[in-house]
């Protein structure tokens, strides 16, 4: 068990929101993926919306509920012609723990009509290492995973060698390790399942995320997505992600930005 | 009048939220700015918020309010250490306009830790002609242009002269016309004063904002600020801006990215 969908299933409530069981392995250590959760609140929203698709999501992480039962709640701001918006919130007993702003609206999968960016240079996936779930040193597991393939491009991953390239970047293959392909909703894993970017820069320390809003440009093609993290600006106690997803078709699907706390020793 | 301040101005009702009279200077044609928008969602906030500096705000746009009489309502998600998360909403009648997630910290105008970018290069201010109210071909009235001085660089401004270079970029110095310097609030303003990046694609048509999130990455120092628009991906219905803000000293001091609906005829 532990498949995407399993561990996103929502049951209805007699006070109109959702029951959810968080799995255990969407997460680092017992922290739940920030991406699994808004995956989750996207998947509650779906379900209030006009629309099919998912196409935006800003999401405010008040504090990480547990592995196990969670209520979300979703309501709708407004279902317009082009685009349905919705808030909704993740909580844990009495403690709001995520709250989300979603739009959902039609996506399709045609070429884009203007492209400025191209997908990231990656070696074959074979030949990027699968990671492991153990983390750096050995001091904590990151069961996601076990249930999300990840494949990083080897000359961004030196700092899992000690050897940080201090350039910001991070690239790599992913996919689901239960072998569904991607989708608006799981995309939302994906743009928050690659290393923090702070190991590529010597950043030391945890780096919880504050804000994550991510974009879904369309529909994504069958297959592993690569994606590219950088890096901004890190400084007055915060570090920023640029997230960049494109599929197999060589088509951006999904982009993001986050910005986390720094506690710097 | 119509001074940044004035125009964010908030009274306290008696059920706890704030009476706001949106200016009618803050807007193109009838329809206010949203980073104008998301400014006095953000001053609600701030009232609430037990530390000083906003550091985060993502919005939904959900309908546009007229300029005059609107609500406003906040709320704290979470009070914590390091920051102080809550949700607020812009509402008219019984419409709800704006929704918004809001973070605030403790900002400090120290160099970056580490920094991946460099200010945009641009001619000195009194090089880039300071746009006009009146939209290109004369076919509305871009007001905010009035309280907010918006020079652009040349290079960038072809499609004014009916020439946009195909690029995806604008950029330019921003300062607003009160003579007050840039705060974290009046920020989001700067975010979201720029032309339309459509406007450089000949991707013609209205691009309403659908969601916007900002980052406010260090206290701006006194002066304008530049700022670069790019765009990532059209298609799908939907067009990207990635802004970024620069103040006098070199620093970034803001970051934020839009997803608007593109309606191609």
């Not at 569904?180 to 743009?191: G, Q, R, Y």
Request: proline share 9%.
């Amino acid at each position: 068990m532990g498949d995407f969908a399993d561990a996103t299933e929502l049951s209805p409530r007699a006070d109109g929101g959702f029951d959810v069981d968080l799995h255990p392995k969407w997460a680092l250590e017992d922290k739940p993926n920030g991406g699994y959760l808004l995956a989750v609140l996207a998947r509650a929203a779906g379900t209030l919306s006009s629309h099919p698709h998912l196409t935006a999501l800003s999401g405010s992480f008040v504090q990480s509920p547990k592995p196990g039962p969670a209520v979300v709640t979703a309501e709708v701001l407004r279902a317009g012609r082009g685009a349905t918006q919705l808030r909704a919130r993740l909580s844990q007993g009495d403690r709001p723990c995520v709250e989300a702003l979603a739009t959902f609206g039609q996506l399709d999968e045609a070429e884009p009509w203007w492209s400025g960016t191209v997908p990231v240079a990656l070696p074959p996936i074979e030949d990027c290492p699968r990671s492991g779930v153990v983390g750096p040193g050995g001091a904590f597991r990151i069961h996601i995973l076990d249930v999300v393939e990840q494949r990083l491009d080897p000359s961004t991953s030196g700092f899992l060698r000690g050897e940080p390239t201090g350039r910001g970047l991070i690239a790599g293959w992913l996919r689901l390790a239960d072998g569904t392909d991607w989708d608006p909703v799981s995309l939302m894993v994906a743009v928050d399942a690659m290393p923090p970017i702070g190991y590529d820069l010597s950043a030391p320390g945890w780096t919880p995320t504050v804000q994550l809003s991510a974009y879904v440009r369309r529909l994504p093609a069958a297959g592993p997505v690569r994606i590219r993290v950088t890096c901004t600006d890190v400084g007055a106690g915060q570090i920023d992600h640029a997230v960049h997803v494109w599929d197999s078709k060589d088509r951006l699907v999904a982009q993001a930005t986050q910005i986390c706390a720094l506690r710097l020793p």
